[in-house]
């Protein structure tokens, strides 16, 4: 059973997911129009085409609302996608497209009432056999523009400065504390475990922005304290010792008592 539990490849942008419900749209309309499956050849309207186009535009539709709510899900598992979620999720999208198919087939073009016994009629001989066809060209579909999120990617930041060749990506544990100097800031990380840093144009309250994970400790800094060993000194005069390195960080007196407090907590647990 393990196999169902393996990470797959995830479609995630919106655009990349509104490719795959026209490409589904597309294709469904030209096998009702052009191939005439299940006795189409059958049905006669001066707006057949439209009409047959009307399911592919049924299948768009659900698909790009599932995949948004499917989206949704992708987050909260922390951007891990597996097998198993895979399955689920394709069973769902056609099983909803069925359902609203068979609405649009029966009421809306056929105008007759809505009968439980003729919709499990519908799903039984019409959407199975369009299940494996379609489910080839999604899944392909999928596979071709999804990517696997790396875990170290989640734990990754990119800080940008106003000029465009300012950017930095780095893992966020790497990050020790960001000082400001009039119009520039200086981040100091670890890389490969020797301590160096960039120097950006920007403010600290706009990179702050960048990078919520920082707690502001004095008006010229913000440290990341959950690489923070312990507060020394009182709040006259107190500063902060990293795990990781031998630099120390100013403790303003205006933000001693909410620093130590977030330290004493979390010694705690």
């Known amino acids: 059973m393990s196999v169902f539990y393996k990470q797959i490849k995830f479609t995630a942008p919106f655009i990349k997911q509104l490719v795959i419900a026209v490409v589904l749209a597309v294709i469904l309309s030209f096998i009702l129009i052009y191939l005439e499956p299940l006795n189409t050849n059958n049905f006669h309207s001066k707006h057949k085409s439209l009409l047959l186009s009307g399911y592919g535009f049924i299948i768009g539709i659900i698909y790009l609302i599932h995949s948004r709510i499917e989206t949704h899900f992708y987050i909260k598992q922390h951007k891990k996608w597996v097998l198993l979620n895979e399955?689920?999720?394709?069973?769902?999208f056609f099983l909803i497209s069925g359902f609203f198919a068979y609405l649009y087939n029966d009421i809306y073009i056929n105008q007759n009432s809505f009968s439980l016994r003729y919709l499990y009629e519908y799903q039984k001989q019409i959407v199975l056999i369009f299940i494996p066809i379609l489910g080839f060209f999604v899944v392909f579909l999928r596979t071709w523009l999804g990517k696997i999120t790396n875990p170290k990617n989640l734990h990754q930041i990119t800080l940008k400065g106003n000029n465009k060749r300012e950017v930095l990506t780095v893992q966020k544990n790497d990050i020790l504390y960001i000082k400001s100097s009039e119009n520039y800031i200086e981040i100091y990380f670890l890389k490969q475990g020797v301590l160096t840093y960039k120097t950006f144009r920007n403010t600290l309250s706009q990179i702050a922005n960048q990078a919520d994970f920082l707690t502001?400790?004095?008006r010229s800094y913000l440290v990341n304290l959950s690489i923070v060993k312990e507060i020394k000194g009182n709040?006259?005069?107190?500063?902060l010792i990293f795990f990781k390195s031998?630099?120390?960080?100013?403790?303003?007196k205006s933000y001693y008592k909410s620093i130590k407090n977030i330290l004493s907590d979390r010694h705690k647990k």
């Not at 399955?87 to 769902?92: C, H, Q, T």
């Not at 709040?235 to 500063?239: I, T």
């Not at 031998?246 to 303003?252: D, G, I, K, Q």
């Open 246 to 252: 031998n630099e120390t960080v100013p403790v303003s």
């Open 216 to 218: 502001r400790c004095h």
């Open 87 to 92: 399955v689920i999720s394709l069973l769902v």
């Open 235 to 239: 709040s006259q005069k107190a500063y």
